[in-house]
């Protein structure tokens, strides 16, 4: 570009936040991408950031929109367009989502879907985890093809019937895996475990959602990281624990790096945020946080602090499954009211799919998180002073980019990557509450808790499309990211 033609859009006098360092300096975009880091750079148009933290947008790599979720299939609350306008109004400009095939569908006809449901909608860029749920000889040999269609990353489940691997299924997966120099995702849980445990409580009339947190303990958890991490090296395959939440899980993952095994781990908002007191509400209420693994101790959130300051830990995601009480109760399978940028809609009465309160087990799992990830990690750890601006940003944004080779297209601020930027107000205070937010879901387990710091504008790919808090966006901007 000639020196006296301007830059399509100069953000001014902001506070540039990168994973290594911090400048104060103007920052262009022209064609969607990052042009220039400076001072009197000459815009078409410019944003002012004065007083404004200018950091990458965030990456949330670990989300469920639109997922029918389990065998009566209800369908998570946030579906591609509200999610992402919730991901968008919180900060976050990439998502990481999840096929999960069918029984009769190839994995490559599952991913053909549910990338087309989501470029409708999407509002940012996203891209999807294939989900190793079957270890059938047609399942191994579409693993190439699966790579070259992007998804270089396989979620394996240790836990949940209809899509978990065996040990041994697991290790067949883990070969291929390793072929194709891919990386595994697991959710490492003890099924069998779980299962006596479920049984053990129903049979003691405990069904009450108080209950849930019982069936799934922390050392179970740990069981199951330890085994994953000895499949991975058996295997010789890179391996990610998803939702690491039990201090005795994280010091396995620290003991296979310090052997200079390729492991990384990740924790959840909630697991740094919440304990498990909140099951101890009264009735139905604690169906709300009813989500897998649970809500753990105090010492646990602890732990996972550590962990992110010591590398233990790479990055923080949500996980973020959203049903609204009435599906939690049973009453819906689909969300009754849909949050649109222009007002929310009555969605049409169903039947629904539970015969009177569902026993903890039957609860559909998971929760909100998409919206309130940024600044609660920014309220919690950088004003906390548990971390540094540029560790709020590693763990936001950068870390989960380099890990799922987006990186340095998505996760920084640097000539050539996308222009997916964050106007960030410091000094922003705000009381979280269900009712103000983008999530399409009428709790959150954050209610009435108040941060310091919060998104003002968000850009992708150079584009406004949150301006001063409210959606500006249009539906179906966002595109979908081949991760090779
Ligand atoms: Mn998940």
């Not at 990456?59 to 992402?84: C, E």
């Not at 705000?430 to 709790?443: E, R, S």
Request: hydrophobic share 40%; proline share 6%; with cysteine.
């Amino acid at each position: 570009m000639a020196a006296s033609e301007p830059y399509d859009l100069v953000i001014q006098y902001g506070r540039v936040v990168t994973a290594s360092d911090t400048v104060e300096a103007d920052v262009a975009v022209t064609g969607g991408k990052i042009a220039a880091i400076g001072h009197g750079l000459q815009g078409r148009e410019y944003l002012d950031a004065r007083g404004l933290l200018v950091l990458p947008g965030g990456v949330d790599p670990h989300v469920h929109l639109q997922y029918p979720q389990g065998p009566n299939r209800v369908v998570s609350a946030d579906d591609w367009l509200t999610g992402t306008v919730a991901a968008a109004c919180g900060g976050t400009t990439t998502v990481i989502d999840f096929v999960e095939a069918r029984p009769g569908q190839t994995w490559m006809q599952a991913f053909e879907a549910r990338r087309d449901q989501a470029a409708a909608q999407a509002v940012i860029d996203f891209s999807f985890h294939m989900s190793f749920n079957r270890a059938d000889a047609a399942s191994l040999a579409e693993v190439k093809t699966v790579l070259e269609a992007g998804m270089s990353s396989f979620k394996i489940y240790m836990a949940y019937d209809g899509i978990r691997l065996t040990d041994a299924e697991m290790l067949l997966a883990l070969e291929a895996v390793a072929e194709h120099d891919a990386l595994a995702i697991v959710h490492a849980e003890n099924h069998a475990v779980i299962m006596r445990l479920v049984e053990r409580q129903l049979a003691a009339g405990h069904v009450e959602p108080r209950w849930h947190p019982h069936t799934r303990p922390a050392a179970g958890e740990a069981e199951a990281t330890e085994r994953a991490l000895a499949l991975a090296e058996i295997a010789g395959a890179s391996m990610h624990i998803v939702h690491v939440t039990a201090e005795r899980g994280l010091e396995a993952i620290r003991r296979s790096r310090a052997r200079g095994l390729p492991v990384t781990g990740e924790v959840c908002t909630q697991h740094l945020l919440l304990t498990d007191a909140l099951y101890d509400k009264e009735g139905f209420e604690p169906a709300k946080v009813c989500m897998a693994p649970p809500l753990r101790k105090p010492s646990d959130l602890a732990a996972m602090w550590a962990g992110l300051r010591d590398g233990g830990l790479d990055f923080v995601v949500t996980d973020h499954c959203p049903f609204t009480y009435a599906q939690k109760s049973g009453r819906r399978r689909s969300p009754e009211f849909r949050k649109l940028p222009g007002g929310t809609v009555q969605t049409d009465p169903e039947a629904p799919w539970s015969e009177g309160l569902p026993s903890f087990n039957q609860i559909p799992g998971g929760g909100p998180g998409i919206e309130t990830r940024m600044p609660l990690v920014y309220h919690h750890g950088v004003n906390a002073g548990r971390l540094s601006l540029s560790d709020f940003v590693n763990l936001t944004s950068t870390a989960a980019a380099r890990l799922y080779r987006l990186y340095p297209r998505k996760g920084t601020i640097a000539p050539g990557a996308d222009a997916d930027l964050v106007l960030f107000d410091p000094d922003r205070e705000v009381t979280i509450t269900a009712d103000a937010l983008h999530q399409n879901v009428d709790y959150t387990p954050y209610e009435a808790m108040t941060v310091k710091g919060w998104p003002r504008t968000v850009l992708s790919r150079g584009e406004v499309i949150v301006r001063e808090e409210a959606f500006v966006g249009t539906i179906g901007r966002g595109s979908y990211l081949s991760r090779p």
